[in-house]
C-alpha cells in the first residue's frame, strides 16, 4: 500500500534549542554600573531563546525547551517567542519559582556588568520526565548551551535531550557561554562546560572561553587539546574580524562585515543561528571547505546585522536583510 501522505504540521521543526529564557532588565542609561543605575528596561532573553528566534527569522521553523514561572514574565516570555514565530510547545511552567531575571548594565569601560535572580529560578527546574522524546527527535538539531547545565534537575534534563538527539542520530550543537558568576567555583565552570563540550558534533565559541576550557592561549593548540571524535566543526567568534574555523582535516579563518555597530548583545546568538540554517541547507559543509565558508559568511553576516539594533531579538536579521548584505560586499568586491 502507497504511504498516505501527511499534511505538514507545525511539527516540522528543524531546531530544537534547549535552555535560559529569562528576562533582561537591561539599565536605560549607559556608562552607570548597577548601584546608579536609576531605571531598568525589561526585554526577553536568553542564549538558546535568541537562537531559537533567530533562526525562525531567517526562516528555519524552531522550537524551545526550557522552563519558566507561572508569573507574568514568564507569560511575557512565552508570547514573546511565538510572536516571534517560535514553537513553544517544549516549554513549561513552574509554580515554585519565578522566571529567571538578569539585570545588566553597560560600564563607563565598556564592561557588561550582571546581577542574577535564581535561587532558584524557574528555567533550573527543568526536569527530564518533561522533555517528549518525540519533539527532539524528530527535529534535525538540537541546540544547547551551558547555563541548563549549571543546576539540577536542569543538567539532567539536558542531558536527556542530548541523548534523545544522539539516539535519533541528529545534530547536536553548542554554545558554552561562560558566566562565571552563575557557578560555584571557576573549576565547576570548566568541568560543566566540558561536560556539555563532548556530545557536541557542532561547537561555537569565543577565544577568551576557548582559552579558558582549554588553558592554551594559541588558538590551535587549544582546538587541539579539546578536540574529540564526534566533533566536526568548531568555529571561533572573533567580535568584528569574524570567524576562525577548525575541522578534522583543515583550519581557516572568515572575515567579518563592517556594519554601524550600536549595540552587540546577542551577536553571538544571531551567529549561531545564522550557522544552524546554513548547516541545514549545506549538509556536512565541514567536508568541504567552499561550503563550510559559505555558511560561516552567511553566520557572520547575521552576527554583524545583530549588533545593530538595540537588544537582541529586536536586532535579529530576516533572511532578505542577511542575503542584501551578503550581495551588497560582493558587489564591493567585484567592483
Ligand atoms: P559573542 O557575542 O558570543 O561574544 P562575538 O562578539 O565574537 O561573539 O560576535 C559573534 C559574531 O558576530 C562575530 O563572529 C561576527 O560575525 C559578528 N560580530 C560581532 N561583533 C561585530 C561587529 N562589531 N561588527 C561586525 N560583526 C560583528
New binding site residues.
Partial sequence: MAPTPTTPTRSAIQVVALGELLIDLVATEAGVSLVEAPAFQKAAGGAPANVAVGLARLGVPSGFIGKVGNDDFGRFLAQTLAANGVDTRGLHYADEARTMLAFVSLRADGEREFMFYRHPSADMLLRPDEIDPAYVGTARVLHYGSISLIAEPGRSATLRAVKIAQEWGRLISY?P?LRLALWPSAEAARAGLLEGWQFAHVI?V?HEELTFLSGETDLAAGARRLWHDRLCLL?I???????RYVTAQTEGRVP????P?VD????????VAGLLAGLLERERAWERVPDLEAVLRF??????L??TRRGAIPALPTRAQVEALIAARIARIDE
Fill in positions: 554554545d557561554n561555537k569565543s568555529v567568534t572573533e567580535g568584528a574580524a569574524g570567524c567579518g562585515f563592517r556594519v555597530v552587540t548583545t546577542g551577536a553571538g546568538d544571531g551567529f553566520a557572520n553576516a547575521v552576527g554583524a545583530t549588533t
